[in-house]
């Protein structure tokens, strides 16, 4: 069974940095497409950034600010968010899809709880 946990959110300044992670267990990390979505209240779910092998991909709105990455060793995907706005303040989640990767909330099977990101001003 898949199951993936996210760790890492906290409240912080506007302009400073955090790093998620998620620890994915009972499949194969990098034959999955991998990301992180967001969820303001009041919002729908969106697409921040996803990874699969050597492919990144990321939204308009976080480009040059967020980096994803992961260590299959480990079966853990990371997030590391600078240069922090007010704006990126929504619950973030980790998700996995073993038939495409895109930044589309629908195409992903396998999703975590998530984790609070709140930024103030």
């Known amino acids: 069974q898949v199951r993936l946990v996210e760790s890492g959110g906290d409240s912080v300044q506007a302009g400073g940095s955090l790093r998620l992670s998620c620890t994915a267990s009972?499949?194969?990390?990098?034959?999955?497409?991998m990301a992180w979505f967001r969820q303001a209240p009041g919002k729908e779910r969106e697409g921040v950034a996803a990874?699969?092998?050597?492919?990144?991909y990321y939204a308009d709105s976080v480009k040059g600010r967020f980096t994803i990455s992961q260590d299959n060793a480990k079966n853990t995907l990371f997030l590391q968010m600078n240069s922090l706005k007010p704006e990126d303040t929504a619950m973030y989640y980790c998700?996995?899809?073993?038939?495409?990767?895109?930044?589309?909330?629908?195409?992903?099977?396998?999703w975590g709880q998530g984790t609070q990101v709140t930024v103030s001003s």
């Open positions: 998700a996995a899809d073993n038939v495409r990767c895109s930044l589309v909330a629908a195409n992903f099977d396998y």
């Open positions: 009972g499949y194969t990390q990098r034959t999955y497409c």
């Open positions: 990874i699969y092998t050597d492919s990144t």
